[in-house]
């Protein structure tokens, strides 16, 4: 054999041991691109009570803080708005309220369903401390729950104080109402949020067969504990 064709077989061999190599690289790349990607996760389960074709944001993340604070302790609040209404003079009967009154009352199946009710606001407690009324039990007037493309949506209708907001859906027992409170002859409520003075959250419970209320911790004004009973309209009591 010849150098010159001992040269070229040389250089062959060590071409193939280089190619080896890169072969093998791309053996395993198409073996990667065949491998198909996992599944992607389940989607999260629906808030409770939601009502049909809506989805509701969280209350947590629209809550302000001083509203978050209050519904912190709303049990105090309970606490102090009935050892107040006990002890000190009030107006309207206290006696006849039952349930209403009751902290523990909440029944399962909370949802009210969607239109006109009959509504009364009960004050407990006093923020003058023991020279003020401990409790005052108002007339009733015209409240409304609709369905909005946000939600359900809670609006008192009639009277001085016109609380108006949207319900959102915590468990089977309670729901959280965040709104805003109109006063005297002021159009219907802003939105939560837009005046922080007149921000509001209320726990909504049904406390009865066709009786619901809606629990309102440390209120701006007067009272310590507000509630505020609904009926549907066409009920009577």
């Not at 080896?20 to 389940?42: D, K, R």
Request: with cysteine; proline share 11%; aromatic share 6%.
């Amino acid at each position: 054999m010849s150098r010159s064709s001992a040269g070229i077989l040389r250089f062959k061999a060590k071409v193939s041991r280089a190619l080896i190599p890169g072969a093998l690289l791309s053996s395993m790349l198409a073996a990667c691109a065949t491998t198909p990607p996992p599944p992607p996760p389940p989607p999260p389960p629906p808030a409770p009570n939601a009502p049909n074709g809506v989805v509701l944001s969280d209350w947590r993340g629209v809550i302000t803080a001083a509203d978050r604070d209050r519904y912190q302790r709303r049990d105090a609040a309970w606490t102090l708005a009935l050892q107040q209404a006990k002890r000190q003079l009030g107006s309207g009967d206290l006696n006849s309220l039952g349930d209403l009154i009751d902290p523990d009352a909440a029944r399962p199946s909370v949802t009210p369903p969607v239109g006109n009710y009959r509504c009364r606001t009960v004050k407990l407690g006093s923020q003058g401390g023991e020279g003020g009324l401990g409790y005052v039990v108002y007339g009733w007037f015209a409240c409304r729950i609709e369905q909005t493309p946000a939600g359900l949506k809670f609006s008192k209708l009639t009277g001085s104080q016109r609380p108006s907001g949207l319900l959102f859906p915590e468990n089977d027992r309670q729901m959280v109402f965040l709104g805003s409170m109109a006063l005297a002859s002021e159009p219907a409520a802003r939105s939560y949020g837009l005046r922080p003075e007149r921000d509001m959250v209320a726990v909504v419970e049904r406390i009865g067969e066709r009786r619901w209320r809606m629990v309102i911790p440390w209120p701006a004004n007067e009272s310590n504990l507000d509630l505020i009973e609904l009926v549907p309209a066409s009920a009577r009591r």
